[in-house]
T-cell receptor, first 115, second 116 residues
Framework: AQTVTQSQPEMSVQEAETVTLSCTYDTSESNYYLFWYKQPPSRQMILVIRQEAYKQQNATENRFSVNFQKAAKSFSLKISDSQLGDTAMYFC????????????FGKGTHLIIQP | AAGVIQSPRHLIKEKRETATLKCYPIPRHDTVYWYQQGPGQDPQFLISFYEKMQSDKGSIPDRFSAQQFSDYHSELNMSSLELGDSALYFCASSSPRRMGSRAEQYFGPGTRLTVT
């Protein structure tokens, strides 16, 4: 079984600032994947970034990057130059590498970008 | 680019009625997943299908069943609806396994089910 923990229910930062969202996970799998999903007020689930556990290099997608600490089972998301459109719920998720396994989500962090 | 299609987008049912939700995956995606997201909750995995066979099972109630058809679309059938079934139901799809099991899951817009 996998568990995902997000300890920050809500965060608020000013536009253009950098913000880091925390996530820790636990799994007995040796092959697994980690994701960050964004859910804006429209409730659409949008994939932000993906990290394969076997890769040491941290994933980066434009203004979004992760800090993957495998030994500590930590997977934080950094958003640089935050924009008003980044306001959303952010969910950290994990899945095993078995193929069609479902995602296990954390409780989410509500990120508010202030103008 | 084509996305996951879900229908209907909104559905209102009464207690003890049945409901059927439909999901059309992204073209050439062969794996479908169903999730339930209650108000203020994170999405909970229900069930997945790969090549029309059930692949993984999560917290799906016995009152619910699902299947995947030859054209890869999937349907979630919900019977004896309860007030607690009111939620946003997401379908997600991922690309073929031969492309690597790291395939991401892409979510549809969801079906909002209200049980009164």
């Amino acid at each position: 079984a996998q568990t995902v923990t997000q300890s920050q229910p809500e965060m608020s930062v000013q536009e253009a600032e950098t913000v880091t969202l925390s996530c820790t996970y636990d799994t007995s799998e040796s092959n697994y994947y980690l994701f960050w999903y964004k859910q804006p007020p429209s409730r659409q689930m949008i994939l932000v970034i993906r990290q394969e556990a076997y890769k040491q290099q941290n994933a980066t997608e434009n203004r979004f990057s992760v800090n993957f600490q495998k030994a500590a089972k930590s997977f934080s998301l950094k958003i640089s130059d935050s924009q008003l459109g980044d306001t959303a719920m952010y969910f950290c998720a994990s899945r095993s590498g078995g193929g069609a396994d479902g995602l296990t989500f954390g409780k989410g962090t509500h990120l508010i970008i202030q103008p | 680019a084509a996305g996951v299609i879900q229908s209907p987008r909104h559905l209102i049912k009464e207690k003890r009625e049945t409901a059927t939700l439909k999901c059309y995956p992204i073209p050439r995606h062969d794996t479908v997943y169903w999730y339930q997201q209650g108000p203020g909750q994170d999405p909970q995995f229900l069930i997945s299908f790969y090549e029309k066979m059930q692949s993984d099972k999560g917290s799906i109630p016995d009152r619910f069943s699902a299947q995947q058809f030859s054209d890869y679309h999937s349907e979630l059938n919900m019977s004896s609806l309860e007030l607690g079934d009111s939620a946003l139901y997401f379908c997600a799809s991922s690309s073929p396994r031969r492309m690597g099991s790291r395939a991401e899951q892409y979510f549809g817009p969801g079906t909002r089910l209200t049980v009164t």
